[in-house]
Antibody, heavy 119, light 106 residues
């Protein structure tokens, strides 16, 4: 069974940093691209960042470019999102999601990690 | 970036009723994908490449469309179909989602 388990969320002050992790199991992690998607409270889905299977290709939404860094450790089956210079508008539930190998979709999602940016 | 506009924003349907959700793109896309999200749960891939049902999706769900206009249809509404449905495109970067249609049971 494919499982994606996010961790590392919490309450953080504006301007501070936080690092999310996503532990993958049930599939060969190193064969798949991965994504971070976020959902602000009561709002829709927003793509945040993507990373290819070997970390060769990395993309960011303009809203987080220069502040967030996506990375992965294939030996540990773990995806990361380092978030710096956090703003109130970054408050959201952050999902890690697996990128389908055949189609340009996210075919498996974690349960999400909650990030609240507030003083 | 391609903006996706879903309509209606909210709707209610009775059991057995046919339901059609619409997603319009600001520019032409090759495919449209749909996700289902129930309250308090993570999104699930529902329809991919416009018309293909993801694993486990009942065949009362269908997708269609081309260019800038796409739709998701439920042939006969069931209680378990109450959820929010999001369309998504990745024909061009960045990938974008529609604002969602919340489908409620009448």
């Amino acid at each position: 069974e494919v499982q994606l388990v996010e961790s590392g969320g919490g309450l953080v002050q504006p301007g501070r940093s936080l690092k999310l992790s996503c532990l993958a199991s049930g599939f060969t992690f190193s064969n798949y691209g991965m994504n971070w998607i976020r959902q602000a409270p009561g709002k829709g889905l927003e793509w945040v960042a993507s990373i290819s299977s070997s970390s060769s290709y990395i993309y960011y939404a303009d809203t987080v470019k220069g502040r967030f860094t996506i990375s992965r450790d294939n030996a540990k089956n773990t995806l990361y999102l380092q978030m710096t210079s956090l703003r109130s508008e970054d408050t959201a539930l952050y999902y890690c999601a697996r990128h389908s190998r055949l189609h340009r979709v996210m075919d498996a999602w974690g349960q999400g990690a909650s990030v609240t940016v507030s003083s | 970036e391609i903006v996706l506009t879903q309509s209606p924003t909210t709707m209610a349907a009775s059991p057995g009723e046919k339901v059609t959700l619409t997603c319009r793109a600001s520019s032409s896309v090759s495919y449209m994908h749909w996700y289902q999200q129930k309250s308090g749960a993570s999104p699930k891939l529902w329809i991919y490449d416009t018309s293909n049902r993801a694993s486990g999706v009942p065949n009362r769900f269908s997708g269609s469309g081309s260019g800038t206009s796409y739709s998701l249809t439920i042939s006969s509404m069931e209680t378990e179909d109450a959820a929010t449905y999001y369309c998504q495109q990745w024909s061009s970067n960045p990938p974008t989602f529609g604002g969602g249609t919340k489908l409620e049971l009448k």
